[in-house]
């Protein structure tokens, strides 16, 4: 199946390319001329031109890295290159690495697997039928809700503040079933016990 779906796309690419030598060959497509009609130029492709090492080279208007056409620095060209390598049913949405694969053998932009990772993270089908291999999550078990005030409470503190008259914290106490707060100046180091002493006869 996979073989299959790989000679599909071989026949339904948009570019095809065979080296000889220096010589590329390729088969016309809307694709191929809206990259000729587009002069620009990112650093990275036009250092690796001037280098002339072989590496990259500049033929009927388009450049090519490494035997791949260079797509020009336009977000319309590049996401429409995107969308014919993983849309169409006879693809079938592939994952990051199968799309890179297939992109690799005709096209190249600096940040080529950045922008997969995008488009990919962006398809509402590849989302909504995404395979989860975390484990499932429990079931939750919300706390019951108290039958009186102050049968239930909650104790927080917010530390540290600004010392004032010995004091640099702020205990919060609130209650569970009305959800009535009761704030207590305190100091950073209370205990335990000192908190319980002040709930018996402050609160």
């Given at each position: 199946m996979q073989l299959l779906k790989d000679e599909m796309w071989?026949?339904?690419?948009t570019v095809k390319i065979m080296m000889l030598g220096r010589k590329v060959m390729t088969?016309?497509?809307?694709?191929?001329?809206?990259?000729r009609k587009n002069n620009t130029r990112e650093?990275?492709?036009i250092q690796a031109l001037e280098k002339e090492d072989g590496l990259a080279w500049k033929e009927d208007r388009m450049a090519y890295m490494e035997g791949r056409i260079y797509v020009p620095n336009n977000k319309k060209l590049r996401e429409e290159i995107l969308?014919?390598?993983?849309?169409?049913?006879?693809i079938g949405h592939p994952g990051q690495y199968r799309m890179l694969k297939l992109l690799k053998r005709t096209y190249w932009w600096p940040g080529l697997k950045e922008d997969i990772k995008k488009y990919i993270q962006g398809c509402l089908?590849?989302?909504?039928?995404?395979?989860?291999?975390q484990q499932r999550a429990g079931e939750l078990h919300p706390l019951e809700i108290p039958k009186g005030p102050w049968q239930e409470i909650s104790i927080n503190m917010i530390r540290p503040l600004p010392s004032s008259?010995?004091?640099?914290?702020?205990?919060?106490?609130?209650?569970?079933?009305?959800k009535m707060i009761?704030?207590?100046?305190?100091?950073?180091?209370?205990?335990?016990?000192?908190?319980?002493?002040?709930y018996r006869d402050e609160i």
């Open positions: 071989t026949r339904k690419t088969e016309e497509s809307d694709i191929v001329k809206k990259i650093k990275e492709i969308k014919e390598h993983h849309d169409p049913a006879d089908k590849c989302q909504q039928n995404k395979v989860q291999h008259n010995g004091m640099d914290a702020i205990l919060v106490i609130v209650d569970r079933f009305t009761r704030l207590k100046v305190t100091m950073t180091n209370i205990s335990s016990e000192e908190i319980v002493k002040i």
